[in-house]
């Protein structure tokens, strides 16, 4: 019985690769078709690793959501409740799954750190009715014991050293001169330069003048404002719904308001953080990653984990 069944379509294998070593790391033990032992039978390997599995995550793409195998494994982990879903493409769930809150992976690339893949860890942790396990150890080389030397070298060494210091002497004792010790020599400094502080001309500045203020410097908040475009693509209190607008204005360097025209999307501020070109919210309690690698850039946005909405900046 394995901790989780990873269920994915066969053109994504290399992406389900890298979440499965991830998971493995965290101390899970993952269950995927390469590890199907020659001379199983096909079927029968992966339902019965389906129902035995303590978890079971789909990961959704532009492949999967067109895959039967993948949704009848999805259908068959929802009814034993033990259904963890993740986006790894911008993509809008089958129908009978959409209620489900997805972990979003969109462009992750291995980070532990990532919201998406803490998000992941969490709905793993809650469907096997635990705490996630410690990180494996990695693992340490041996220390190598010092080798030993053989008993006669340390007596060796020291008959060794009194002959050359005696030799030393000898020679030193032979050739020896009269020292002399040369008188002291006193240098006196210089007197220290008295140095006047010279304060600025002031006599062209008015009275109530002060020194300009410093240009407010743009902030992460400048590179993620604007309107987005897009659709709640998974709603826990109803259905999904296209052409949604919400939009990002700037409150200061590191915090926006995220607003929309949805009503199902309420008014929010979120204090912003970095990761490369990942722009997410600090305190990780809502949702929300700006993608500035795309072009033009991406929003995830999912207040209080009720609803999914997934958006493009206009230009």
């Keep these: ?152 070298v340390v007596p060796a060494l020291t008959v060794l050293a009194l002959v050359v210091g005696l030799g030393l002497y000898a020679v030193g004792s032979w050739r020896a001169t009269p020292t002399v010790t040369p008188s002291p020599v006193t240098v006196t400094p210089p007197p220290a330069r008295e140095v006047v502080a010279v304060p600025p001309p002031t006599a062209n500045l008015p009275a109530n003048a002060s020194a300009p203020a410093a240009a407010d410097a743009p902030g992460l908040a400048d590179l993620v404002v604007g309107t987005y475009s897009g659709d709640v693509i998974a709603d826990s209190q109803g259905p999904s719904r296209s052409d949604v607008e919400v939009t990002i204005t700037r409150i200061d360097r590191a915090t926006v308001r995220v607003s929309s025209d949805y009503r199902r999307i309420e008014a929010v501020e979120v204090n912003l953080t970095r990761n490369g070109n990942q722009i997410f919210a600090a305190d990780g309690s809502t949702p929300f990653i700006v993608d500035l690698d795309r072009a033009p850039p991406t929003l995830v946005f999912d207040p209080r984990s009720q609803l999914a909405y997934r958006g493009t900046r206009r230009p």
Aim: with cysteine; aromatic share 8%; charged share 25%.
């Design 1 to 152: 019985m394995s901790d989780v069944f990873l269920s994915y379509a066969s053109e994504d294998r290399e992406r389900a690769g890298r979440l499965a070593a991830a998971l493995g790391h965290m101390g899970w033990s993952v269950w995927w078709d390469r590890k199907i032992i020659a001379g199983q039978a096909f079927d029968q390997a992966i339902e019965h690793e389906l129902e035995t599995a303590g978890c079971v995550v789909v990961l959704w793409s532009v492949n999967s959501i067109a895959s039967e195998w993948v949704k009848n494994e999805a259908a068959a982990a929802s009814e034993r409740d033990v259904l963890v879903p993740a986006l790894i493409d911008n993509v809008k769930l089958p129908l009978e799954f959409r209620r489900k809150q997805a972990a979003d992976l969109l462009g992750w690339q291995g980070n532990e750190l990532h919201p998406g893949f803490q998000a992941l860890c969490q709905g793993v942790a809650h469907a096997m009715r635990g705490a996630a396990p410690s990180p494996r150890p990695r693992p340490r080389r041996a220390a190598q014991p010092a080798p030993s030397r053989p008993r006669w």
